[in-house]
């Protein structure tokens, strides 16, 4: 069986930890943007460069750019059974853009991960803390808070009136989640 799927959150919401098991359960790969564009920051490639100056302000890459390298990477073979998308679509064009790349490959499903706001910013400055990101400083962990809200939130409701949306509480112990997690995609 493929699995097409998409996890979403705010940042801080513990995505990256619960795709990668989520993703182990499903033997599908995480794709996550963020990763992508860190890992081209630490290659110190253009892209890098270019996704720097954006993400150390806490706002969007642009659509061009994201689209791009994500192409690229759903081209790789280890795809083939499918995979769980994290970071992407982050607003309402990029889920048209998405809607592109895939064609006929439709979305199985889309997960979006509630937690409420004050564990976020105590979560992301915690993670500032221990693995240095520059983008979980408190003024740029507000303003992904606000483009969050202001552009990625929207989101939720083209997905829920495709039928697509599933919501998991993303808060309790990291296992819990998990636990709900495979339950709620293996109900889809
Ligand atoms: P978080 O969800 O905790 O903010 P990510 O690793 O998903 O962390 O993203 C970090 C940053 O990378 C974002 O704030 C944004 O600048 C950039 N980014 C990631 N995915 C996208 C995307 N789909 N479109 C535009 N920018 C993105």
Known sequence: MTSRLVIFGPPGAGKGTQAERLAAHLSI???????????????????????????????????????????????????????????????????????ELLGDKRLDGVIELAVDEEAIVERLLKRGELEGRSDDTEDVIRERLRVYSE?????????????????????GEID????????????Q
């Open 29 to 99: 790969p995480t794709i996550s943007t963020g990763e992508l564009f860190r890992g081209h920051m630490r290659e110190g490639t253009e892209l890098g460069h270019l996704a720097a100056s954006y993400i150390s302000r806490g706002e969007l890459v642009p659509d061009s750019v994201t689209v791009d390298m994500l192409k690229d990477r759903l081209q790789d073979p280890d795809t083939s059974r499918g995979f769980l998308l994290d970071g992407f679509p982050r607003n309402t064009a990029q889920v048209e853009l998405l809607d």
């Open 176 to 187: 819990e989640v998990t636990q709900r997690l495979i339950a709620a995609v293996d109900a």
């Open 151 to 171: 552009q990625t939130a929207p989101v939720a409701a083209l997905y829920k009136e495709r039928g697509l949306l599933t919501t998991v509480d993303g808060m």
